[in-house]
Structure formats: structure tokens, C-alpha cells
């Protein structure tokens, strides 16, 4: 299986900052990557596919980058509503696999 | 809106099997446009992706679960279900289904998941 590994595990920022988490693969998965929102007692909602593409009415202050091994997801400015657990997700090879998560909160 | 309904037991004793169905409305399962896959999530833990099947009844498991896991399709009620026999304490979490792209793999509609409790 293709291990997801994310940093941080947990991120504390104030509204308005630029937030960045980390996927790692553990082998190169080209551009198969997807990027979902958790918050507390819910489904997870897919926000990001294919790398860099928004999910229908997903905010453009999100946004996500990379290639092979290395992948990037960014919030512009952290807004209130965005407090919620973060999961990368590849395609590459099944089994799909998912990061561990990175929770945010707000300072 | 398309929209995916989990249900089934909420709890079941260990040894026993675990079967879930998940309903779709707002597609068709038959259109052949989509996987249809489970997902698991164990309590304050990570997402953990069970298998998908196809309206043909192709389907793939995780290796992880595959020698216990069993998922099916019926079109004719648009719905899916998982079993998952032998169950062990291990099993206890939500269970969500989800609309799979055949293309992005991007789990686009989820169910809004149950929880599944495995005690006697």
C-alpha cells in the first residue's frame, strides 16, 4: 500500500492567516491526489481532486499543489469555518489510502 | 442532489457479521458513471477506504479486509451493502458510503455514516 504521511498532525493559526499542511507519499503518485474537509461529527467533504482542481463550491482560498511525492494544500485566509480535520488522499494504486489527518484550530 | 443513506445495525456481537446497506437517490447506480465505495473511520482516528463496486459487480477490496469483506450491488433498488464477517472489537467505527469517480477517484457524495458498535 501506498502510505500518506501529512504534517503537521495539528495546526493552530488566527483568522486571516496562510495555512499550509504537507502530504507525503511513499512513492511517487504523480497527480493522483485528492484533499478532503472533516468537521466534527460529519461525513468528510472532497474539496480538492486531481492536485490543484476546486470541488464544485469549494472556496477559492483553497488551493492545493505538487507532483510525485510531494503535495501541498493551502488556505489563503483561514476563516472561521474552515476548523476541521484535513486528509490527502491518492489514487495512483488501490487500495485508496488517506493520510492520518491534520486537525486546525484557531488561536 | 444526489444523496446516500446508510443503515443497518448499530450494534453486533463479536464472531458475528456486520451488514450494511447504503442508499442512493439523485443517480443511478446502473448509469455505470460511478464506484460506489465504503469507507470506515475508527473512533478519533484517520479514514480507512474498505472497497468499491460497480454496477456490473466488479468490485475491489483492501487487502487489509479482503478475506472478510463482501460488497454487492442491487440496481434494481439502487443501493449497495457491505458485509463484514467475524467482526472483533477492532471493527467498531463509523461506516460511510460514498460515490467513487471513476476517473479522480474523488469521493464526491458521502453517506453521513453510522456507527457501528461491536460488543456482546
Known amino acids: 500500500d501506498i502510505q500518506m504521511t501529512q504534517s503537521p498532525s495539528s495546526l493552530s493559526a488566527s483568522v486571516g492567516d496562510r495555512v499550509t499542511i504537507t502530504c507525503q507519499a511513499s512513492?511517487?503518485?504523480?497527480?493522483?491526489l485528492n484533499w478532503y474537509q472533516q468537521k466534527p461529527g460529519k461525513a468528510p467533504k472532497l474539496l480538492i481532486y486531481?492536485?490543484?482542481n476546486l470541488a464544485t463550491g469549494v472556496p477559492s482560498r483553497f488551493s492545493g499543489s505538487g507532483s510525485g511525492t510531494d503535495f501541498t494544500f493551502t488556505i489563503s485566509s483561514l476563516q472561521p469555518e474552515d476548523i476541521a480535520t484535513y486528509y490527502c488522499?491518492?489514487?495512483?494504486?488501490?487500495?485508496?489510502?488517506f493520510g492520518q489527518g491534520t486537525r486546525l484550530e484557531i488561536k | 442532489q444526489v444523496q446516500l443513506q446508510e443503515s443497518g445495525p448499530g450494534l453486533v456481537k463479536p464472531s458475528q457479521t456486520l451488514s450494511l446497506t447504503c442508499t442512493v437517490s439523485?443517480?443511478?447506480?446502473?448509469?455505470?458513471?460511478?464506484?460506489w465505495s465504503w469507507i470506515r473511520q475508527h473512533p478519533g482516528k484517520g479514514l480507512e477506504w474498505i472497497g468499491y463496486?460497480?454496477?456490473?459487480?466488479?468490485?475491489y477490496y483492501n487487502p487489509s479486509l479482503k478475506s472478510r469483506v463482501t460488497i454487492s450491488v442491487d440496481t434494481s433498488k439502487n443501493q449497495f451493502s457491505l458485509k463484514l464477517s467475524s467482526v472483533t472489537a477492532a471493527d467498531t467505527a463509523v461506516y460511510y458510503c460514498?460515490?467513487?469517480?471513476?476517473?479522480?477517484?474523488?469521493?464526491?457524495?458521502w453517506g453521513q455514516g453510522t456507527l457501528v458498535t461491536v460488543s456482546s
Open positions: 460514498a460515490r467513487d469517480g471513476k476517473r479522480y477517484r474523488d469521493l464526491d457524495y
Open positions: 439523485g443517480d443511478s447506480i446502473s448509469s455505470g458513471a460511478y464506484y
Open positions: 463496486i460497480y454496477y456490473s459487480g466488479s468490485f
Open positions: 512513492q511517487d503518485i504523480s497527480y493522483y
Open positions: 486531481d492536485v490543484s
Open positions: 488522499q491518492q489514487y495512483d494504486n488501490l487500495p485508496l489510502t
